[in-house]
């Protein structure tokens, strides 16, 4: 099931020259910016020669992004409202998966958009959910990781979720069995079926062993469930299919013309708290498109809804600037956001890329 969001009228088309009179008119001035830890301020750049004259400024706008709203093996329903409206919601429930005391199964299948029915325990714990898609070639390659910890010893977790498990797109394979400082691993690896290897599945493996903690044994047992997928760009060429949770968030953010989507990423992190990261990069779909354009049109205010970042103002000359943060600490939904314009000064044949990542922490 697809579903389309009308854009919001305050992002509707944003022209470039504006951009460009707007950064020209108050270029040297240092602005404040929020990035990701490693990342450099707006107004700090790594110094490398000039690497010569500007392009010639064209129009850049706004591009529309239009996503599907569940993961290709799902049938959930497309939700009503924008990603940011349920934001909070959904974050109470991943903290409430984390700790034991919420709805593992609908976690990891409505909000991770997991494709893989293995039986869990009653006492699951989440503790990891990665979903990752990236664009190689003509094809999205899909990955979903999954691991749950519970005070069931290793005997029956493995009755439960390796003896239990059955799915017609896979066939059993390998066991394997391995012995480490910290106790007994069992991974039973599934490889897919014909049929299913067709459709773009790879194999299936389902681990049973101690869960630790840098090595260490906590006293609890896991299990973890990773599982692969490549699926033809056609069709999709902004829109791997993910889950609204993992991808929703992009319908808001402000993608100028001329950018393509390349990966997505959603990754469960434990550190002083506990959230989900969202990332996504976007690289020119057109060898044209310029660093300098991107940083102009990411200099800009973009404030509507729950989306909040402020304008910016870049070093008059960026011919020794590889990195561009955009605001000064912007938001989306409340939750702190980063959008980075990057380049390697050192390969100036590559073309810029620009990062987004959104922190949903509680």
């Known amino acids: 099931m697809t579903g389309t969001r009308t854009p919001r009228p305050a992002l509707a088309r944003v022209a470039l020259a504006a951009a460009?009179?707007?950064?020209?008119?108050?270029?040297g001035d240092e602005s404040g910016s929020s990035t990701a830890p490693g990342s450099a301020p707006a107004s700090e750049s790594t110094a490398a020669a000039p690497s010569g004259s500007a392009e010639p400024a064209t129009t850049l706008a706004l591009t529309t992004v239009a996503?599907?709203?569940?993961?290709?093996?799902?049938?959930?329903?497309?939700?009503?409202?924008?990603?940011?409206?349920?934001?909070?919601?959904?974050?109470?429930?991943?903290?409430a998966a984390a700790d034991g005391s919420g709805d593992v199964v609908d976690v990891i299948e409505r909000l991770f958009g997991n494709p893989i029915d293995v039986p869990l325990p009653a006492d699951a714990a989440l503790t990891v959910a990665l979903v990752t898609a990236e664009r190689v070639d003509d094809t999205w390659e899909l990955s979903w990781q999954f691991t749950v910890a519970?005070?069931?010893?290793?005997?029956?977790?493995?009755?439960?979720?390796?003896?239990?498990?059955?799915?017609?797109?896979?066939?059993?394979?390998?066991?394997?069995?391995?012995?480490?400082?910290?106790?007994?691993?069992?991974?039973?690896?599934?490889?897919?079926?014909?049929?299913?290897?067709?459709?773009?599945?790879?194999?299936?493996?389902?681990?049973?062993?101690?869960?630790?903690?840098?090595?260490?044994?906590?006293?609890?047992?896991?299990?973890?469930?990773?599982?692969?997928?490549?699926?033809?760009?056609?069709?999709?060429?902004?829109?791997?299919?993910?889950?609204?949770?993992?991808?929703?968030?992009?319908?808001?953010?402000?993608?100028?013309?001329?950018?393509?989507?390349?990966?997505?990423?959603?990754?469960?992190?434990?550190?002083?708290?506990?959230?989900?990261?969202?990332?996504?990069?976007?690289?020119?779909?057109d060898a044209a498109l310029t660093f300098?354009?991107?940083?102009?049109?990411?200099?800009?205010?973009?404030?509507?809804?729950?989306?909040?970042?402020?304008?910016?103002?870049?070093?008059?000359?960026?011919?020794?600037?590889?990195r561009f943060s955009a605001g000064f600490f912007p938001t989306l939904a409340g939750y702190d956001l980063f959008l980075n314009v990057e380049r390697d000064l050192a390969k100036p044949a590559e073309p810029p890329v620009v990062l987004f990542n959104v922190r949903t922490e509680g």
């Open 20 to 27: 460009l009179l707007t950064a020209a008119g108050c270029g």
């Open 67 to 95: 996503l599907s709203t569940v993961a290709p093996t799902t049938a959930a329903p497309a939700p009503a409202d924008p990603w940011s409206d349920t934001a909070a919601d959904d974050l109470g429930a991943v903290l």
């Open 150 to 285: 519970s005070l069931a010893s290793p005997a029956e977790l493995q009755a439960a979720a390796i003896e239990g498990f059955a799915d017609d797109r896979f066939e059993v394979g390998v066991l394997v069995t391995s012995t480490l400082d910290s106790g007994v691993f069992v991974t039973q690896n599934y490889p897919a079926t014909e049929a299913a290897d067709a459709d773009g599945w790879a194999t299936l493996s389902i681990t049973i062993g101690p869960e630790t903690d840098f090595g260490t044994a906590t006293g609890r047992n896991h299990v973890a469930v990773s599982a692969e997928r490549t699926i033809p760009v056609e069709g999709m060429a902004d829109d791997p299919g993910l889950a609204w949770f993992v991808q929703g968030w992009l319908a808001e953010m402000p993608v100028a013309d001329g950018l393509q989507l390349v990966k997505v990423r959603a990754d469960l992190v434990s550190l002083s708290t506990t959230g989900v990261w969202l990332d996504a990069q976007y690289a020119p779909d």
């Open 292 to 322: 300098d354009e991107l940083v102009a049109f990411y200099a800009q205010e973009f404030v509507d809804g729950a989306l909040s970042i402020d304008a910016s103002s870049p070093p008059a000359d960026l011919s020794a600037t590889d």
